[in-house]
């Protein structure tokens, strides 16, 4: 699974409310599990519900993909056989090259049609003025967008706590990867009081920093426990228990897998 798909995903179940509603025009209350019934392409990105019960599913592609509407018509058809009905359906672009996918599926008597976003041509003002951070790092994929805009949204993520800021920071250089910003960024990452951990990035990949283990812990803990407690509810003790003593690697593992886990057993089993 790609790194920007994984962010982007944990970003928009986070708290992206600014986001979803310039994609979709309305609130997601609550994301649903998307393992569908066994066919080729069998997990789809996210799948969410408004209070008015509409189900709300979208797909983030960084590529063309001659074959989308397929995807997205086998899409389609699973949800419905899962949940007993249909799902708007939103492919959002956030790719390099210039959008050339179909948004539709045409033959003898069949049509089929989903709506296609190119988020470089989406206005980003409402998303780079939110209060919430997800929005903004987020954002930067939109019009208008750039060096500058990257530098602001940098140094309001400098403000946070020091958990908040290492998880951010590790949003953006993935973000970042879709535009080709990393270099820039990393320049003005110097600026930040602390060693930033981010393994995979082409420009910062270096050993993990023992001297932020503990903040990271914190942080990273902190999110999980946010949106386990938004999906799942209160979380039990023996759960709580468990959490305090997972690691770095355990906690993103936990986080991955919760998008797909449909209660708290099943994400970790007792």
């Known amino acids: 699974m ?22 979709t025009g309305t609130a997601v209350k609550r994301w649903l599990n998307v393992e569908l019934p066994k066919f080729q392409n ?12 509409e189900l709300i599913h979208i797909e983030l592609q960084s590529t063309n993909d001659r074959q989308m509407p397929m995807r997205m018509a086998e ?3 699973a949800i419905h056989r899962r949940y007993g009905r249909f799902a708007r359906q939103i492919v959002v672009y956030v790719g390099k090259r210039k959008l050339s996918m179909a948004a539709e599926l045409n033959g003898p008597a069949v049509r089929f049609q989903y709506d296609l976003v190119d988020f470089r041509e989406l206005d980003n003002v409402s998303l780079l003025a939110s209060r919430e951070v997800s929005d903004n790092v987020i954002g930067l994929l939109g019009s208008p967008a750039g060096a500058e805009t990257l530098c602001r949204v940098v140094k309001r993520i400098t403000r946070l706590e020091t958990g908040q800021l290492i998880f951010y920071l590790r949003s953006l250089f993935a973000v970042a990867g ?3 910003w990393e270099e820039v960024l990393e320049r003005e990452a110097k600026s930040v009081p602390v060693m930033i951990d981010i393994m995979a990035n082409k420009v910062l990949g270096r050993e993990r920093k023992k001297g932020l283990e503990l903040g990271l812990v914190k942080g990273e803990l902190r999110l999980l426990r946010r949106q386990l407690d ?13 959490l305090a003593k997972a690691t770095v690697p355990e906690i993103e593992d936990l986080a991955v897998r919760l998008l797909d886990a449909s209660n708290l057993d099943e994400l970790m089993p007792r």
């Open 178 to 180: 879709l535009r080709g």
């Open 42 to 53: 069998r997990r789809l990105d996210l799948l969410g519900e408004t209070a008015t019960k």
């Open 75 to 77: 899409y389609c058809l």
């Open 2 to 23: 790609h790194e920007y798909d994984v962010t982007l995903k944990l970003l928009l179940q986070g708290s992206a409310p600014e986001t979803l509603r310039a994609l």
């Open 230 to 242: 938004k999906k799942f509810g209160p979380i039990p003790t023996w759960a709580n228990e468990r």
